[in-house]
């Protein structure tokens, strides 16, 4: 009686370990690691009764369609997990963010088109990740940043058109890369693609089928033959002018920006106004050619050409300035920080409050100017000459002139 009671309780102890679901063989490895061995049984879901202890899950070639959130709650020692071949659509957040110890991630030869990118952050010690032959169609910049020891990556044979600029530039492990047999519209936006297989040590599997299929100029080509010439990261100049016609300025004073752009293709213009009281962006024109602002921002006003004109300039409006080129290549930018300075005798002034800025004096306001592209910025004073005797009735002395009327003349006179 004692023994049977021994191989009773010895029998309840191991049972845990040996678990296995009917479907399924299991088996200890000759490195003690648990294998449990579910392919090609026609399952239509992830089993239940796995044994907690199973370090090596396979399930490929099954006819499995769903994964969700407690799919693999039995298994959260598992390393290895394959689910190649079967016709997985769709993967729930939180599928496999508790497999903390997965090393091999086979999910190949799905119809995957969605996956839950937040799920990898937790699988940080992931060596091997096969996303090949699915339906995936794009991915996000940081899909894989917290893979830090993946060195195999698999991603051919999907429908992905681009791929974002740094998509695998926080993977210092990574050793071989598939990304062949995918319909890349080589517009500028995947340019840094080619840039990155120029310098990258990483070994490309296949890399001359890994072709444009747009656009038209391009097709057939590979992405790393896409012509230089055909995609050039912007350049920015940026000058400043001003409508002061002799030393005597009253209110009313208009400052105006003018950004020049370079690139291919054409950099959109963009506005960053940072003053002491408010944080505005302005992305392209805000005046149409009939002199109609299209935006609240009434202002600041954006013309076609990159102009940027601020009437009735005020101490209120001194800030910083920054103009941004901006294509598919990359982003430049150049600011400028704009201040008022009046007094009877401003150059003397400014140099007595800020003698950096006195080779500014004199010029500021009565020519045009180049900013350095550098995008630290420069100090930018407009220097005016206003009497003290005249200050009270200064804003009298200027003509009344429309708003209408000055941005149609600065229409004909810096836009088309």
């Known amino acids: 009686m004692r023994p049977l009671l021994y191989c009773l309780v010895l029998a309840a102890l191991l049972w845990p370990c040996l678990a296995c679901p009917s479907p399924c063989s299991c088996s200890t490895k000759k490195n003690g690691r648990l294998l449990a061995e579910c392919a090609y049984k026609d399952l239509q879901e992830v ?26 709650a039995e298994v959260p020692e598992v390393q290895s997990l394959w689910l190649g071949y079967n016709q997985i659509g769709m993967v729930e957040p939180g599928a496999f963010a508790l497999l903390v110890h997965l090393k091999n991630l086979d999910l190949s030869h799905n119809k995957i088109a969605d996956f839950p990118w937040q799920d990898l952050r937790n699988i940080s010690g992931l060596q091997i990740l096969k ?42 492990s990574l050793s071989q890369l598939q990304i062949f047999n995918n319909p890349f519209n080589c517009s500028c936006k995947v340019f840094w693609l080619k840039k990155w297989t120029e310098r990258t040590s990483v070994s490309i599997t296949k890399g001359g089928s890994t072709l444009c299929v747009a656009p038209t100029k391009l097709k057939g080509r590979a992405v790393t033959d896409i012509p230089d010439h055909h995609c050039i990261a912007p350049s920015v100049q940026l000058t400043y002018l001003s409508n002061l016609d002799n030393t005597i300025m009253y209110d009313g004073l208009t400052l105006t920006l003018h950004c020049s752009v370079a690139g291919s293709p054409p950099p959109e213009i963009r506005w960053k106004i940072q003053t002491s009281s408010r944080r505005i962006e302005i992305s392209g024109p805000n005046v149409a050619r009939d002199g109609n602002v299209k935006q609240s921002q009434e202002h600041f006003l954006v013309f076609k050409n ?3 004109a601020i009437p009735n300039f005020s101490k209120e409006d001194e800030g910083t300035y920054t103009c941004l080129a901006v294509n598919d290549v990359g982003t430049r930018d150049v600011s400028v920080n704009v201040a008022l300075a009046g007094s009877e005798n401003p150059a003397e002034d400014l140099l007595r409050d800020d003698p950096q800025a006195g080779h500014f004096a004199g ?3 009565y020519k045009e100017v180049e900013m350095d ?13 206003m009497p003290r005797e005249s200050k009270s009735g200064a804003a009298g002395a200027l003509p009344h002139v429309h708003l209408r009327t000055l941005l149609l003349a600065l229409g004909i006179m810096l836009c088309w």
């Open 373 to 385: 592209t550098s995008g630290v910025g420069e100090k930018l004073v407009i220097v005016y000459h």
């Open 363 to 365: 010029r500021s306001c």
């Open 47 to 72: 089993p239940e009764g796995l044994s907690s202890n199973v370090t090596i899950l396979t399930l490929s070639a099954n006819r499995i369609s769903w994964l969700g959130q407690g799919s693999f």
């Open 131 to 172: 996303m090949n032959n699915n339906r995936l169609a794009g991915l996000s910049r940081d899909a894989f940043r917290s893979l830090k020891d993946l060195r195999s990556l698999w991603l051919n044979d999907n429908e992905l058109t681009t791929l974002a600029e740094g998509t695998f530039d926080n993977l210092p």
């Open 306 to 308: 990159g102009t940027m």
